[in-house]
């Protein structure tokens, strides 16, 4: 029984020591004990966040954020900027009070349309695996750095009622890892009671490059 014993001590000597001599490893940076989200659409692509709800791994409901803009339109007309996805950091919001996500509900205007859209997606288990690896390991490429101080995801939103998920990992990459498609919302925007109408207008410059290039459905 001591020689068990010892052995058991030897062995938790020898992963304690592991970790501290491992460059890598993030457990004694500073991390936060929540996640962000964020949301964005292709550009051009204008859009209305309504509601975002989040049900976390304990089952837990809890609301993020709600009437952000999506789809920037400060580009120029020259290029298809709307087809496919460029993602990078944009709309930080904090979900505070939530454990890691297990479904996202979302509920959007997509004016460029004017249709609104509500769904939602599955957060898989492998989005959260690479949520957690984000903080508690440092980037090869750069060691000397701490880990990232807390997991992000990232929801895209597009015409036709996509949506897509990304999470970073711990070398600040986006990661596609779960999609989505939500249906048109029966009671149309805001729920029906702002008599149809839309969070704003569209954009002329978002009408235009329309015009020239039309809505790139199918590249999402």
């Known amino acids: 029984m001591k020689r068990l014993q010892t052995a058991l001590v030897l062995v938790s000597l020898l992963m304690v020591s592991a970790c501290k001599n491992d460059p890598l490893s993030g457990a004694d940076d500073p991390k936060s004990d929540t996640w962000s989200i964020d949301y964005r ?4 692509m204008q859009g209305w966040i309504e509601q975002i709800t989040v049900a976390d791994i304990k089952g837990r409901l809890i609301r ?4 952000g803009g999506l789809g920037s339109n400060n580009l120029g007309l020259d290029e298809e900027y709307a087809r496919g996805w460029r993602t990078n950091i944009g709309n930080v919001y904090t979900m505070t009070g939530a454990d890691l996500p297990k ?7 997509s004016i460029i349309e004017q249709t609104t859209y509500s769904g939602w997606v599955n957060i898989s288990e492998n989005a959260r695996s690479i949520m957690r690896g984000s903080t508690a390991r440092r980037c090869p490429a ?3 750095q701490q880990a990232s101080y807390y997991a992000s995801l990232t929801l895209g939103l597009a015409p036709g009622g996509v949506i ?3 999470v ?15 249906q048109v919302e029966p009671l149309g925007p805001d729920q029906g009671r702002n008599q ?11 009408k235009r490059y329309v015009e020239r290039w039309g809505i790139p459905y199918g590249s999402w």
């Open 196 to 206: 149809g109408r839309y969070a704003y207008p569209i954009d002329e410059n978002s």
């Open 64 to 67: 993020g954020p709600s009437g």
């Open 142 to 144: 750069w060691p000397e």
């Open 168 to 182: 970073q990992d711990n070398c600040s990459n986006f990661v596609l890892v779960d999609q989505g498609q939500a």
């Open 164 to 166: 897509r998920v990304w």
């Open 103 to 109: 479904i996202v509900y979302v509920r959007w205007q």
């Open 41 to 44: 659409s292709p550009s051009f």
